[in-house]
């Protein structure tokens, strides 16, 4: 083999090696240590009425929220504890996304490529990601103040 193809290969190891470092991380804070920045946590729930703890940027309790759903509307209790408790996911994704853009941003400058263009394009990884969690975090934000129709 070649020095360029083994060079190759162990560039291509080294970013898999990351990848499931980062993959690996971000599932350790998401679902092991449950930190959610701004998210939201079933304290009690029973028949129509959830007990809900908002989280602060820390992921330390903030307020109790309790949630009456309207006889009528019994699903959205349902609906809002299957939100919360799929919202790790959403975050697992995020942070991953957040650790390869670090990664990426690091290795494209090392590189010799421009900060600014790299900082523009690592941003869309965590963009995409960024955008699911808001809208997520916003439609529980959307059941609890009753405005979800």
């Known amino acids: 083999m070649s020095e360029e193809l083994l060079n190759k290969v162990r560039r291509i190891l080294l970013y898999i090696a990351f990848l499931m470092a980062a993959f690996?991380?971000?599932?350790?804070?998401?679902?092991p240590l449950g930190?959610?920045?701004?998210?939201y946590e079933v304290v009690k729930n029973h028949d129509n009425t959830v007990v809900v703890k908002s989280l602060n940027t820390?992921?330390?309790?903030?307020?109790?929220?309790?949630y009456q759903a309207p006889e009528e509307?019994?699903?959205?209790?349902?609906?809002?504890?299957?939100?919360?408790?799929r919202q790790p996911m959403e975050y697992?994704?995020?942070?991953?996304s957040i650790m390869v853009a670090v990664f990426w941003l690091g290795m494209e400058?090392?590189?010799?490529q421009?900060?600014?263009?790299?900082?523009v394009l690592s941003g869309f990884y965590v963009f995409v990601s960024g955008l699911s969690l808001i809208r997520h975090?916003?439609?529980i934000q959307e059941i609890l103040e009753g405005t979800l129709y």
């Open 92 to 96: 697992h994704l995020f942070f991953t």
């Open 35 to 39: 930190y959610s920045p701004l998210g």
């Open 109 to 112: 400058v090392r590189k010799g």
């Open 73 to 85: 509307d019994e699903w959205k209790a349902k609906a809002l504890v299957d939100r919360i408790e």
């Open 24 to 31: 690996f991380f971000s599932y350790i804070l998401a679902y």
């Open 137 to 139: 975090l916003r439609d």
């Open 114 to 119: 421009s900060l600014k263009k790299v900082l």
């Open 58 to 66: 820390w992921g330390i309790a903030e307020e109790r929220i309790t």
